[in-house]
């Protein structure tokens, strides 16, 4: 007899890939062979997207070769500029994103070739097109202007100088910049999964990130970071361990903890935590963090369950003065890196991702005419 089919594809390996690698059980995180913990706060994003998207950490002339390829890519298409005011007013954030990326791919050049070096340039385009496209459309929906990115400052600085209207401190973007770094990739997790079928049927590019990015919109993949934040804003500062005890006493469920694939804690969140402690002394503002602390406390004494990378990215994306429904673009933001990464790694060793599946419906079922049913 068959074995009985994985719900959720849980351990099935469903592609070889050179680009990240994760162990569960210690909690480690690898970019291309790079431990997470010597690439956060030492690599810069941009540094990142070179290694997953062109196979290696860039030297000094490769990154400023990159970096310029970054600037003359952000510049945006016409059909997609023109259409931005619209979607603004009619989208919410990752709807919007999903229509505004779709856009940009009848404006790309290189848009009807799925070959290795357009592959790498339009990898480059999105990469710096998307939080050109977060900020534009968040100006665009509060009827403002958005400052012009600066072809001197990094996708960090430019993103929270075009969110915030002011020019960020260094640490700031710093902090964010690491942020950036975390999210960028994480092996097999449902949106790539969905690029990586949309590019393995040899479409483009953009349809693949297109599919990404309507994956990530879904609540159990995107979205929890928002979802933190929406929970510690409803929560008393003094009443948190009564709160969160009350909730998971009545079967509800807290966003933030837990992961399919760590069995110990998220090495992601060991950075944000220290992220958001940092920055609520920075600002003199301890509430969320302080909060966090508490609301992690509990949750592992009552569910032996750890913060992942959602957890405490809530406190310090609204530290750095991201609103709260624009926490989701902002890692799409970073994991334009790795999804890019992906359709390139699945376009050069391809075969048509089809699996199987289990039928469990009716048989030998007899046709009636419609007078008869």
Same mark, same amino acid.
């Not at 680009?19 to 569960?24: A, Q, V």
């Not at 913060?307 to 406190?315: C, E, G, K, L, T």
């Not at 390139?344 to 079922?365: F, K, M, T, V």
């Given at each position: 007899?068959?074995?009985?089919?994985?719900?959720?594809?849980?351990?099935?390996?469903?592609?070889?890939?050179?680009?990240?690698?994760?162990?569960?059980?210690?909690?480690?995180?690898?970019?291309?062979?790079?431990?997470?913990?010597?690439?956060?706060?030492?690599?810069?994003?941009?540094?990142? $997207?070179?290694?997953?998207?062109?196979?290696?950490?860039?030297?000094?002339?490769?990154?400023?070769?990159?970096?310029?390829?970054?600037v003359r890519g952000r510049e945006l298409g016409?059909?997609?500029?023109? +259409?931005?005011?619209?979607?603004? /007013?009619?989208?919410?954030?990752?709807?919007?994103?999903?229509?505004?990326?779709?856009?940009?791919?009848?404006?790309?050049?290189?848009?009807?070739?799925?070959? =290795?070096?357009?592959?790498?340039?339009?990898?480059?385009?999105?990469?710096?097109?998307?939080? @050109?496209?977060?900020?534009?459309?968040?100006?665009?929906?509060?009827?403002?202007?958005?400052?012009?990115?600066?072809?001197?400052m990094s996708i960090a600085a430019n993103f929270?100088?075009?969110?915030?209207?002011?020019?960020?401190?260094?640490?700031?973007? /710093?902090?964010?910049?690491?942020?950036?770094?975390?999210?960028?990739?994480?092996?097999?997790?449902?949106?790539?999964?969905?690029?990586?079928?949309?590019?393995?049927? @040899?479409?483009?590019?953009?349809?693949?990130?297109?599919?990404?990015?309507?994956?990530?919109?879904?609540?159990?993949?995107?979205?929890?970071?928002?979802?933190?934040?929406?929970?510690?804003?409803?929560?008393?500062?003094?009443?948190?361990?009564?709160?969160?005890? /009350?909730?998971?006493?009545?079967?509800e469920k807290i966003m933030g903890f837990g992961?399919?694939?760590?069995?110990?804690?998220?090495?992601?969140?060991? !950075?944000?935590?220290?992220?958001?402690?940092?920055?609520?002394?920075?600002?003199?503002?301890?509430?969320?963090?302080?909060?966090?602390?508490?609301?992690?406390?509990?949750?592992?004494?009552?569910?032996?369950?750890? =913060? +992942?990378?959602?957890?405490?990215?809530?406190?310090?994306? !609204?530290?750095?003065?991201?609103?709260?429904? @624009?926490?989701?673009?902002?890692?799409?933001?970073?994991?334009?890196?790795?999804?890019? $990464?992906?359709?390139?790694?699945?376009? $050069?060793?391809?075969?048509?991702?089809?699996?199987?599946?289990?039928?469990?419906?009716?048989?030998?079922?007899?046709?009636?005419?419609?007078?008869?049913?």
């Amino acid at each position: 007899m068959a074995d009985k089919p994985t719900k959720g594809l849980a351990d099935v390996v469903a592609a070889s890939t050179a680009l990240s690698d994760i162990d569960g059980k210690a909690g480690r995180l690898f970019y291309r062979g790079y431990d997470i913990h010597d690439l956060a706060g030492r690599a810069t994003f941009e540094e990142t $997207a070179h290694l997953l998207q062109c196979g290696k950490l860039p030297n000094r002339d490769e990154l400023d070769r990159y970096g310029e390829e970054l600037v003359r890519g952000r510049e945006l298409g016409a059909l997609v500029s023109a +259409n931005i005011p619209e979607i603004a /007013e009619k989208q919410k954030p990752m709807e919007a994103l999903r229509s505004l990326v779709s856009l940009s791919g009848a404006d790309d050049p290189d848009k009807d070739s799925i070959a =290795p070096d357009a592959n790498l340039r339009k990898a480059a385009r999105l990469t710096a097109q998307q939080p @050109l496209l977060v900020a534009r459309y968040h100006a665009a929906r509060n009827g403002a202007e958005v400052p012009e990115p600066d072809p001197a400052m990094s996708i960090a600085a430019n993103f929270l100088l075009q969110v915030t209207g002011r020019v960020p401190a260094q640490r700031e973007v /710093e902090l964010f910049d690491a942020c950036l770094v975390l999210h960028a990739d994480h092996t097999m997790n449902a949106s790539t999964f969905a690029a990586r079928v949309c590019a393995a049927t @040899l479409s483009d590019m953009h349809s693949a990130i297109v599919a990404a990015i309507g994956t990530l919109k879904g609540p159990l993949h995107g979205g929890a970071n928002e979802q933190v934040m929406k929970t510690l804003e409803s929560i008393s500062p003094t009443g948190v361990a009564q709160a969160v005890r /009350e909730k998971l006493a009545a079967g509800e469920k807290i966003m933030g903890f837990g992961h399919r694939v760590y069995k110990t804690e998220d090495p992601r969140a060991t !950075h944000l935590r220290r992220m958001s402690q940092e920055l609520a002394e920075s600002t003199g503002d301890d509430t969320y963090y302080r909060m966090s602390k508490e609301m992690e406390e509990v949750v592992f004494e009552m569910k032996g369950l750890y =913060p +992942n990378v959602d957890f405490y990215a809530a406190s310090v994306y !609204h530290y750095l003065g991201i609103p709260t429904d @624009l926490f989701t673009p902002v890692f799409s933001i970073s994991r334009m890196s790795g999804w890019t $990464a992906h359709v390139i790694e699945q376009h $050069a060793d391809n075969r048509l991702i089809r699996p199987d599946s289990e039928y469990i419906g009716e048989r030998d079922q007899k046709w009636k005419p419609i007078e008869e049913r």
